[in-house]
């Protein structure tokens, strides 16, 4: 008997309706970036609209608020009980807060910047993109008004993907990481000893480069009965729920680097949905706890295994196999430093594991900046090149290099730093699971990796959402969030491969 | 301007969520047949229900049945906007004649059905089936009550598919049909020529009968940017709107004459749907007007165009291209001839366009035979076998390629005479745009098909639903449906082709 069944029977029945218009939203994006047609782009969205503000209707509707403030006084409630309860309480205040005429007007406003973003591209000039996003971050500090904080207007933002984070915390991570990855990060580009990273250019069909990412998804162990591999622009993972976990990678003939690793990142991603309780779907808990805790997830298996050089040694003869003719003569030691090179890059997406965090610390301290008022949006352009260049030693040629590079800031403040939050959730996980295996690098190199993903389904992913991410690391690590594991891995791992 | 502007807004905008729904409903019966993981299947089910109950909630709104008798009552109103009323008030009277109980059951009963389908397939046992055939062709009766009809119960059945259609009317067509074709099947099957279909059956990798199924969609002009081409186990093709039309072929490693033909059937009806006047889209309009008429241009592009030497003079150079080891040496004469074996066969799947309708006709008699009372389900399989033997000369081994073949049956009565209908509709079609278009065999042969789905836009197409089935019909041929010109093309092919 599922959990959802202890609750009165209408307030279930109403929580299950939302979960089934969530899930189809889910798919309905998915479809949107996988196969639907350029041409029926626009009727798409307009009918995932029309689903979207029934779900907003559904989720603040006032007979739902008033049943679900009943339900929380009953004492003999179950600690999941209260749980999903509190789960479906928090959605109600949060959009109950807002005029719905506001939020929809929000929402046109995403899809109007997105647009101004292509036509800024497309014209090399970011004057067209600067008023739209002008608008999006200030309808954004006004619902942070309508939520509100405490002491920073950011706080309910980045709340909103990661709720056990603030603005003081964040502040302390980047600062943290800050210090010790960009003098790291000197000495690696500067050593004397450098990798062959022209293997991976080579032109490398698209058909075979799919083949390359099944095989490194049953290498990990992804359900393909649970899930499906699609292709797309941005690599993305679905959690319709644990059923129904897809993932659709990039691919580019002449980089396969790109299709490799957004296969096992976004596998990463699908692997923590696949594990949640089957029990816990329709009851809104069914789902990753946190963006932060998601991202750790996709980091652990794109990085603390896929970057394993165990998982090569039991890998390698995929790619030898699929094109001899570029892999067949390059040892393993030499495909692994490759795979590894350190390089700082204009673009997040391209980015290794070292310069990856600096990219996320520059959004973030530029979120910061426009908050604060120490950057206008005519300045902004110019902020982000610099910071470019003091953090990374590059300056982008042009606004399409920089901060033209993508369109994600039409969606608002408070994504990016869970980015990073994953990158330091998974070496604090890493760490831990070092201790608890003992023999965890020959699991890798014996292909036991479910042996890992058992003890992440125990620790983690099994619990879904009824667990939040504050909880779960500390019960894992007995700490809260700390930047100290990903800085000793980083700094012990690149010392070692650069031969610092 | 669209015309659904010219109706009272708050109208047009229920109309359009309708609309949306529907979109969005086709859109997930899509994803179920193509990408959607086993395991989740289930679910998705779930939460389709979900939305499918939200649907009908809005077609058979009081408050919308109100508007809608109001504005039928306009005066002013024009043709196309009558037309717009005038569709939703007749699906507004069909779903409130039922009460909702009724109609949920139904659903449900005809997901168990089809689940008992698989079952009895399986164990190779019809009575498993049965049961739950009785209770869905009951209920359609019931249904049939609710809705009236003068003189045939099954009258309103076939009517959710052919509104123009009564069973006075089929009677006639089926029996005209099996009185001609059934002698000339059996002149065909004793001919001394026959042709060598060994080709066909030789391993044609799948991803080059992909390739096959995209060139041959280029040769009738599909817009692959308002559509998508799928996989799947039973072909068929999803009409979300003049944008988004879909189609899924089936692909079978040893007959690539499945995908060949399911491409261009299924392209035929994509390509109606991608013809449809885009202003129609969100009035209910914009959708194929009749599932026979739909039917016909699925069979106009397979049959009519594809199964036109003229049209393998032009792309037989594709199939020897991709597989010159098999067809390299095979004339054009020969893999024509090949092409148009006639050889009945237990499944109407894999029929031949001479042997097609008889399995139709069988279906269609034994569904008048249950209403009549004439046969029980016990003798429902032996009944189907004694027609298989009488009408094409070959009896089912056992009921899986007999009577458990598909389990369509699970949906209902009355869809399977639109299959008929299609092809009967596409030869009066077929005569006509013949004299209209006297170069139409050059045009074939020259590679100038848009000419002739431009004629068929013109005529057919655009209109959507906006003109019914037999208006279409009379204004193209100056008659209703007629069996005669589909009789004489079969006769004058076949005695051609196999020199009777």
Redesign the interface.
Same mark, same amino acid.
């Given at each position: 008997m599922t959990t959802i069944q202890r609750l009165d029977a209408a307030l279930a029945a109403h929580i299950?309706?939302v979960e089934?218009?969530k899930?189809?939203q889910t $798919? $309905?994006a998915w479809?949107a970036r996988t196969? @639907?047609? /350029?041409?029926?782009a626009s009727? !798409?969205a /307009? !009918?995932?609209a029309? $689903?979207a503000g029934?779900l907003f209707k559904l989720q603040t509707d006032a007979e739902f608020g008033l049943r679900l403030e009943e339900a929380a006084q009953q004492e003999e409630l179950d600690e999941l009980s209260k749980r999903i309860i509190a789960e479906h309480w928090k959605t109600y205040k949060r959009w109950s807060a807002i005029p719905i005429e506001e939020y929809q007007a929000f929402v046109q406003q995403q899809g109007l910047a997105n647009a101004a973003w292509l036509e800024a591209r497309a014209a090399n000039d970011f004057s067209i993109f600067a008023p739209h996003l002008k608008q999006i971050f200030n309808a954004s500090l006004k619902f942070a008004g309508y939520w509100g904080y405490e002491q920073h207007a950011y706080d309910p933002l980045v709340q909103q993907f990661d709720p056990d984070l603030d603005t003081v915390t964040l502040d302390r991570i980047f600062s943290e990481l800050k210090s010790a990855l960009i003098p790291l990060i000197r000495r690696v580009t500067s050593s004397a000893k450098q990798p062959d990273t022209s293997i991976f250019n080579h032109p490398f069909p698209l058909?075979q480069q799919r083949q390359l990412g099944i095989e490194l998804l049953q290498a990990i162990r992804y359900?393909?009965? @649970?899930?499906?591999f699609?292709a797309t622009v941005h690599p993305f993972s679905s959690a319709?729920?644990p059923?129904?976990a897809?993932l659709a990678a990039k691919f580019v003939e002449n980089d396969v680097r790109v299709s490799l690793w957004s296969a096992l990142h976004e596998g990463g991603h699908s692997l923590y949905t696949q594990n949640i309780d089957p029990n816990l779907?329709h009851t809104g808990l069914g789902i990753f706890t946190s963006y932060g805790i998601h991202e750790s997830q996709s980091i652990f298996f794109e990085k603390f295994i896929g970057r394993h050089k165990g998982f090569w040694e039991n890998n390698y003869f995929i790619l030898q196999k699929i094109k001899p003719e570029t892999f067949g003569h390059v040892s393993l030691d030499d495909f692994y430093f490759a795979l590894n090179a350190v390089k700082p890059t204009f673009n997040r997406f391209e980015a290794d594991e070292l310069t990856y965090n600096l990219h996320l610390i520059i959004r973030y301290e530029l979120e910061q900046a426009i908050i604060a008022g120490e950057v206008d949006y005519e300045g902004l352009p110019e902020a982000w090149n610099d910071k470019y260049e003091e953090y990374l030693g590059i300056r982008p040629p042009t606004h399409l290099e920089g901060i033209l590079q993508d369109g994600h800031w039409s969606a608002g403040f408070g994504l990016f730093p869970s980015y990073t939050l994953g990158f330091v959730y998974a070496a604090q996980i890493h760490k831990v699971i070092r201790r608890e295996l003992p023999d965890y690098d020959h699991l890798i190199e014996s292909d036991h990796i479910e042996t890992i993903t058992g003890w992440l389904t125990t620790h983690i992913h099994q619990f879904g959402k009824s667990r939040s991410a504050d909880e779960l690391i500390k019960s894992i690590t007995g700490k809260s969030i700390d930047t100290a594991p990903l800085i000793r891995y980083l700094t012990d791992k690149y010392e070692q491969l650069y031969e610092l």
């Open positions: 299950e309706k089934h218009y899930q189809v $798919l $309905l479809d196969g @639907a047609p /350029r041409k029926g009727y !798409a /307009r !009918a995932k029309t $689903l029934e058909e359900d393909f009965d @649970a899930g499906q699609g319709i729920n059923y129904d897809r779907i």
